[in-house]
């Protein structure tokens, strides 16, 4: 019998084994997100789909995030900042600039973008989504548990495996067993 190595799964089995033996640790919600929530809408784009402004503002961002992806913070920070001034009524490019905030550890600057994208969103849609899960994440980091939990609460609710999975891993009792199968695969 061959031996099962990590290199033997999916991406995905790879996140379930890290959640399952990490619980406390945030991390893999890159992968959560990426599917989720493509049956939610923002509003402001549906409704502006003709507007060129719109079309720029999501030009503009979907520029930021490939350059995020390439780790050019500062030129992604510019250009989302750009798109938020062509049009500042969607939240999405909020959202993702909170992110780029985020990764250059400018957490209050990541917070006022994250309330501003839930303002805007109504706390609904993909970005409204998208910003409660990062909120929820700064609060877990920063131990407001029962702030995190509402956001994971409302974000779950909206259809979000990763909150969700937050949620779980929030209770006490979930961490418990997770403790207990870590101890068993030691075995």
Known sequence: MSKLT?????????QVLESIFNPSQIGGEEYLLQEEEKHLDDPQDVNGANDPRIKESQRMELEAIALASEAKLP????????????APERPAPWNNRAQVYILLGKEDEALKDIEQALRLSNSAGRTGCRALCQRGILKRKNNDIDGAREDFEVAAKLGSK??????????????????????????
């Open 6 to 14: 990590k290199d033997c799964l999916s991406e995905h089995d790879r």
């Open 75 to 86: 030129e992604a920070l510019e250009l989302l900042s750009k798109s938020i001034e062509t």
């Open 162 to 187: 990763f909150a969700r999975t937050q949620l779980i891993e929030l209770n006490p009792f979930a961490a418990l067993c997770n403790q207990m199968l870590r101890e068993v695969m030691k075995m």
